[in-house]
């Protein structure tokens, strides 16, 4: 009995995927809610998982096929079926596959994505060891094969190999390496030159004193964190409860363009931006005005952590009415942010920094930090868009209007 593969439905935003890695290949054991298969879509990576214990049969799609909800991507074999008859079989012929492959000369078989792994790292297929069905090269084992090659330094005198010299680029020259782009980046970028190309996209820049943050979060963070069940207090609970207080004084900048409509949002759902090694993401914390601190740190440190593992689910990166991007975590000193359509606006936070401030007649070295908001003049005006930055530094600079809602 054979159970087909299939890619899961995706939802109606997003309309193929990617096959990004088999987890199984043909011949391997299998069991029940095992990972089998990752597919890459724009937005996140969706995991396919085996619905039954079997054995991995053929795979009809290979690495970087696009793929239609719902299609077949392979077949698993019943386990009872498909390793007791056909083990010493498969084992003679993985046995023998290395010999004919000797007695013919042939190089053995890669799979597609081990090909082009192999290309890039300027190997060939008969440098490396085949474990799959049949001899077959996988991308595990041109993985195994570069990590040799580069932990094998010392077995370069004892042989005495002419090629490896000649491939070895003299130095000096340029190289160049070309790979073809995520589908999460490629559908940031089409994003990215959409807004600036579809919006009247301005932005207006504020200061903000962040001393009256750093010491009450000085003073509070140990008990905070002791109370909350480790949870830190950081600095971005209190942006998106200053944010979420100005949205609610300026509706306009927590509003959308529909067509030929504006659509005001009853709620605050303010998406984060976090950065992954796929890319720039950006999960939603909803409902932010009944969040409170510890709600919002908790939520953001598990979405870094779902980012940095590609954990991320649709559901968690669906809508947001407003963005805040913190790029002072990479010491950017000031930028203009993109705004995130169908959104109005986005905030970009900057790096703490000491500066000579006049207070008072005085000069004092205070923390501070450029904030820039960047926003959609066809729905926002300006003085909307200058009076909710001013709104956030006064929140910001008094923490207490926070909570007195003042």
Do not use: C
């Not at 480790?230 to 067509?259: Q, Y």
């Not at 930028?335 to 207070?359: C, D, F, W, Y």
């Not at 926003?375 to 909570?403: C, M, N, Q, T």
């Amino acid at each position: 009995m054979a159970i087909e593969i299939k890619a899961p439905t995706f939802p109606e935003s997003v309309a193929d995927g990617t096959v990004a890695t088999w987890h199984k290949q043909p011949g391997d054991a299998v069991k029940r809610d095992e990972l089998l298969v990752d597919i890459e879509t724009d937005k996140v990576v969706m995991e396919v998982l085996a619905e039954a214990d079997g054995v991995m049969g053929d795979i009809a799609k290979a690495e970087g096929d696009t793929v239609l909800s719902g299609e077949v991507l392979g077949v698993l074999k019943d386990g009872e079926a498909a390793a007791a008859p056909a083990a010493k079989p498969a084992e003679a012929k993985a046995e023998s596959a290395p010999a004919a492959a000797e007695a013919t000369g042939e190089e053995p078989m890669l799979s597609p994505a081990a090909r082009k792994l192999a290309e890039e790292n300027g190997l060939v297929a008969s440098e490396i060891s085949g474990t799959g069905k049949g001899g077959r090269v996988t991308k595990e084992d041109v993985l195994n094969a570069v990590e040799a090659k580069k932990n094998a330094p010392a077995a370069k005198p004892a042989a005495p190999v002419a090629p490896a010299a000649a491939v070895a680029l003299p130095e000096g020259d340029r190289t160049e390496k070309r790979v073809p782009m995520t589908r999460l980046r490629a559908r940031i970028a089409e994003r990215l030159v959409d807004a600036q190309s579809n919006m009247a996209m301005l932005t207006t820049f504020n200061e903000v004193n962040m001393k009256p943050v750093m010491d009450l979060r000085s003073k509070y963070k140990d008990l905070f964190e002791k109370k909350h069940n480790g949870v830190r207090l950081g600095f971005m609970s209190f942006f998106v409860k200053a944010a979420t207080e100005a949205l609610k004084r300026f509706p306009a900048v927590n509003a959308s363009i529909d067509g030929n409509d504006i659509v005001y949002h009853g709620y605050q759902d303010i998406g984060v931006a976090v950065s992954s090694d796929r890319g720039l993401v950006v999960p939603i914390l909803r409902n932010t005005e009944h969040m409170g601190l510890a709600d919002i740190e908790g939520t953001i440190a598990d979405y870094g952590r779902k980012a940095r593992d590609g954990k991320l689910t649709m559901e968690e990166m669906t809508g947001g009415t407003f963005t805040i991007s913190n790029g002072g975590v990479f010491g950017s000193l000031v930028s203009t942010p993109i705004v995130n359509p169908p959104q109005a606006a986005i905030l970009g936070m900057h790096k703490i920094q000491e500066r000579p401030m006049a207070v008072n007649g005085q000069v004092v070295i205070l923390p501070m930090m450029y904030l820039a908001l960047s926003y959609d003049h066809r729905l926002i005006d300006g003085k909307e868009a200058v009076s909710f930055l001013v709104a956030i530094k006064d929140l910001l600079e008094d923490p207490a209007r926070l909570l007195l809602d003042v």
